[in-house]
């Protein structure tokens, strides 16, 4: 009880008032609500609720324990409620109707008394929280700018890193084709010179040569591809295309070049299964996807491609039988120059690009790409929906 309400106060309350109970959960007042009378907690307590005025939400005020009053200040000034009352345990409060509560505080001095000094402790304590909470405003407002500041410099940086990543793949472009077109012109005239000698180890090296500009081309296409998605600059040539056959044509391409002949590479889709998107596009993703399924897979495994159709979505999987992608590297591994720090990783890395680019053309497609483990939890099931 507190402490400054007197027994006779308490007695009042008895005497002049009804009481009230409520079980947990149970509204007490509304906030707008008339204020018809006034309340004296006896047992329990209650939380107080005011509505947010930008979103209408309840907020949470504060908590009204045994020993305080409820609903004095409405009934001396006549406005309505201004919060909303609901027991958090079962409660006991008496009850006097404003008319009487008005009555009593002339006939009864003490009862004022204590409404004087109740409303003081009010006031005090509204006075505190007001102080305390304009600190706080001030603690927030600098660490908000403080945080703007840090937002701005990010942006920067990151906007710098772009504008040099950008100025650094076009750099690399135009001398990378001046290599490429020289490689195309000479390897004929080396290999119809007689005169040179190792022709066969020459020829080799030209190969590798070729082998390893093209390679380069492709991550410079990627990376302006990305740069192009992520400025949302990058047109798609949407058509409906016979996707099995693009699948069946990277299989046998993969069993020409002879790059791995220890394991299975299976399509399971129909004949005649279809798709609608822009088919370089996602010629590239199944070959980034192809590509790296092949790498994980251990000899003796198999990557299959598979299809499902539904009224609203396509999707893809290709699944190996390789080391799989633990449970917290699913998600980062489709972000930029993401690498797998694990021994069974480490032997097989790439430039961390390939997943991005595959994430962001899906997504450009309104589809999306994700990882589960494969059959059995072995292996990976790389997924990607595209709609209807």
């Known amino acids: 009880m507190n402490a400054v309400l007197a027994p006779d106060i308490l007695k009042l309350f008895q005497e002049n008032g009804t009481q009230v109970i409520l079980e947990t959960g149970e509204v007490l007042c509304r906030q707008g609500d008339p204020s018809n009378a006034v309340y004296l907690v006896i047992n329990g307590g209650l939380t107080v609720y005011v509505k947010d005025t930008e979103t209408s939400e309840p907020m949470l005020l504060n908590c009204v324990e045994a020993g305080e009053f409820l609903g004095e200040l409405g009934a001396i000034t006549g406005h309505p ?10 409660s006991v409060l008496q009850c006097i109707p404003t008319p009487e509560f008005k009555t009593l505080l002339v006939e009864k001095p003490e009862l004022a008394q204590v409404m004087v000094a109740t409303t003081r402790d009010h006031l005090v304590s509204a006075d ?14 600098k660490r908000v700018m403080t945080l703007g500041e840090e937002k701005e410099q990010l942006q920067e940086l990151l906007r710098l890193r772009e504008e040099m990543e950008s100025m650094l793949v076009h750099d690399l472009k135009n001398p990378l084709n001046i290599i490429t077109a020289g490689l195309s012109l000479l390897t004929p005239e080396i290999k119809a010179t007689e005169e040179i000698k190792e022709k066969e180890t020459v020829s080799l090296v030209l190969t590798l040569m070729d082998s390893a500009a093209k390679r380069m081309q492709q991550l410079i296409v990627m990376l302006l591809d990305i740069a192009k998605m992520e400025a949302g600059k990058m047109v798609l040539n949407i058509q409906t295309f016979n996707f099995a056959e693009v699948v069946q044509m990277l299989i046998e391409t993969q069993k020409t070049a002879n790059t791995r002949t220890d394991i299975t590479l299976l399509s399971k889709l129909p004949s005649g299964f279809t798709v609608r998107g822009d088919r370089d596009l996602l010629l590239r993703v199944l070959t980034n996807l192809l590509d790296n399924a092949i790498k ?14 539904d009224k609203q979505t396509q999707l893809i999987s290709i699944t190996d039988s390789g080391p799989g992608i633990p449970p917290e590297e699913r998600e980062r591994i489709f972000d930029k120059f993401t690498q797998i720090d694990d021994e069974q990783h480490k032997a ?5 690009l390939g997943l991005t680019f595959c994430r962001m053309a899906i997504e450009a497609h309104g589809g999306r790409i994700w990882v589960e483990s494969g059959p059995n939890g072995i292996g990976s099931s790389f997924h990607f929906s595209l709609p209807q």
């Open 296 to 309: 994980f897979t251990p000899t003796g495994g198999a990557v299959e491609v598979r299809a499902q159709t």
């Open 128 to 141: 505190v929280a007001r102080i305390h909470m304009g600190h706080t405003y001030q603690k927030m407002r």
């Open 348 to 352: 097989q890395r790439g430039t961390g």
């Open 81 to 90: 409620r201004s919060a909303t009352l609901i027991a958090n345990q079962r």
